[in-house]
């Protein structure tokens, strides 16, 4: 599986962005999915995840409740709603899938990853 993350782009605080990850070369309905962000110089940190078999999903403390991951298995794309934005969530976003049924904030815990996408906020 090969994935590709897309949507990110320029905004002001306090404006809304949804990002999408579309799979291609197999299918994500049996795979939990996350999302992941970076900024130069730090690692790579959690942001928001889903469990492929119960839906159950996890979210980073910085983002819960402005934050959304979802799926749609009918169009092999996970998205990650992102409202209220701040200047402190700009970063490079990257996808990720993995065959475990995890929400895990760990980064080793997934296999597969996508390109980044990057998004600013401004203030």
């Known amino acids: 599986v090969q994935l590709q993350a897309y949507g990110g782009g320029l905004v002001q605080a306090g404006e809304s962005l949804r990002l999408s990850c579309t799979a291609s070369g197999g299918s994500l309905s049996r795979s939990s999915v996350a999302w992941f962000r970076q900024t130069p110089g730090k690692e790579r940190g959690f942001v928001a995840a889903?469990?492929?078999?119960?839906?159950?999903?996890n979210y980073g403390d910085s983002v819960r409740g402005r934050f959304t991951i979802s799926r749609d298995n009918a169009k092999n794309t996970v998205y990650l709603q992102m409202n209220n934005l701040k200047p402190e969530d700009t970063a490079v976003y990257y996808c990720?899938?993995?065959?475990?049924?995890?929400?895990?904030?760990?980064?080793?815990?997934?296999?597969?990853w996508g390109q980044g996408t990057l998004v600013t906020v401004s203030s």
């Open positions: 990720a899938a993995s065959i475990i049924s995890t929400t895990s904030p760990n980064t080793n815990a997934w296999r597969t």
């Open positions: 889903l469990r492929w078999s119960n839906s159950i999903a």
